[in-house]
C-alpha cells in the first residue's frame, strides 16, 4: 500500500513563494509516476504537473516557468516549488502516485494542503 502525505501549505501573498512537500512510502513501483493537483472551491480538478520515473516532467499551461516538481528518491518526498504565486492559485493541493505502466488514473492520494495567495 502506498501513503502520501502532503505538507508546506500556508497562506502567502502575491509574488511569493511555497514549496509542497510530499512523503511517501509503499512499493516504490506502485508510485513511479506522482502528479500535483489542485481543487479550488466550486472548481474541478485539475493536474498542476507530474513527473516520471525517468524525472521527465510536465505542466498545466497555467504554472509553467513558476512551478516545478522534483523528487528526492533518497529521502521518498515529492516537492512542489512554487514561485510568483497569484490569487488563482489559491486551492488544496494533492500529491497523487501510481504505476507509470498504468494508463487508469492515479490511484493514491494524499489529504491535500491548503494554499492562499492574497492580493
Known amino acids: 500500500q502506498v501513503q502520501l502525505v502532503e505538507s508546506g501549505g500556508g497562506s502567502v501573498q502575491s509574488g511569493g513563494s511555497l514549496r509542497l512537500s510530499c512523503a511517501a512510502s509503499g512499493y516504490l513501483y506502485d508510485r513511479d509516476c506522482m502528479g500535483w493537483f489542485r481543487q479550488a472551491p466550486g472548481k474541478e480538478r485539475e493536474e498542476v504537473g507530474f513527473i516520471y520515473s525517468n524525472g521527465a516532467t510536465d505542466y498545466v499551461d497555467s504554472v509553467k516557468g513558476r512551478f516545478t516538481i522534483s523528487l528526492d528518491n533518497a529521502k521518498n518526498i515529492l516537492y512542489l516549488q512554487m514561485d510568483s504565486l497569484k490569487p488563482e492559485d489559491t486551492a488544496m493541493y494533492f500529491c497523487?502516485?501510481?504505476?507509470?505502466?498504468?494508463?487508469?488514473?492515479?490511484?493514491?492520494w494524499g489529504q491535500g494542503t491548503q494554499v492562499t495567495v492574497s492580493s
Open positions: 497523487a502516485a501510481k504505476r507509470c505502466s498504468s494508463v487508469g488514473p492515479y490511484k493514491y
